[in-house]
Nanobody
Framework: QVQLQESGPGLVKPSQTLSLTCTVSGGSITTNYYYWGWIRQPPGKGLEWIGNIAYGGSTYYSPSLKSRTSISRDTSKNQFTLQLSSVTPEDTAVYYC???????????WGQGTQVTVSS
C-alpha cells in the first residue's frame, strides 16, 4: 500500500518561499511510469494542480505557477519537494502530494497540510 505524507511549515510570510516535502512509503518514486504531484485547494475553491515530477526526474508545472515553482526529489530518501517562491496570501491553501498512475488519475493522496501565508 502506497502512503504519502506531507511535511513543512504551516505558516509562511509574504514574499518568502514555501517549501514542502512529501515522503513516500510502500513504493519507489523511481518506479516506471508513475508521476508524483502537488495539488492545492485554497479555502472555498476547487483543487488546483501545481506540478509533477516523473519517475525519471522530469518536471511539469502549471503555466500559471511555473515562474515561481520548483519540484525536486531525493531518491535516497524516497521524497519529493515543492518550493513556491514569492508567496502571497493567495497561496494560502491545503497542499496535497499525490501519485498519478497509468490511468492518468491521482490514485494515492497524502492527508494534506494547511499552509497559511500571513505576516
Amino acid at each position: 500500500q502506497v502512503q504519502l505524507q506531507e511535511s513543512g511549515p504551516g505558516l509562511v510570510k509574504p514574499s518568502q518561499t514555501l517549501s514542502l516535502t512529501c515522503t513516500v512509503s510502500g513504493g519507489s518514486i523511481t518506479t516506471n511510469y508513475y508521476y508524483w504531484g502537488w495539488i492545492r485547494q485554497p479555502p472555498g475553491k476547487g483543487l488546483e494542480w501545481i506540478g509533477n515530477i516523473a519517475y525519471g526526474g522530469s518536471t511539469y508545472y502549471s503555466p500559471s505557477l511555473k515562474s515561481r515553482t520548483s519540484i525536486s526529489r531525493d531518491t535516497s530518501k524516497n521524497q519529493f519537494t515543492l518550493q513556491l517562491s514569492s508567496v502571497t496570501p493567495e497561496d494560502t491553501a491545503v497542499y496535497y502530494c499525490a501519485r498519478r498512475g497509468g490511468s492518468l488519475e491521482y490514485d494515492y493522496w497524502g492527508q494534506g497540510t494547511q499552509v497559511t501565508v500571513s505576516s
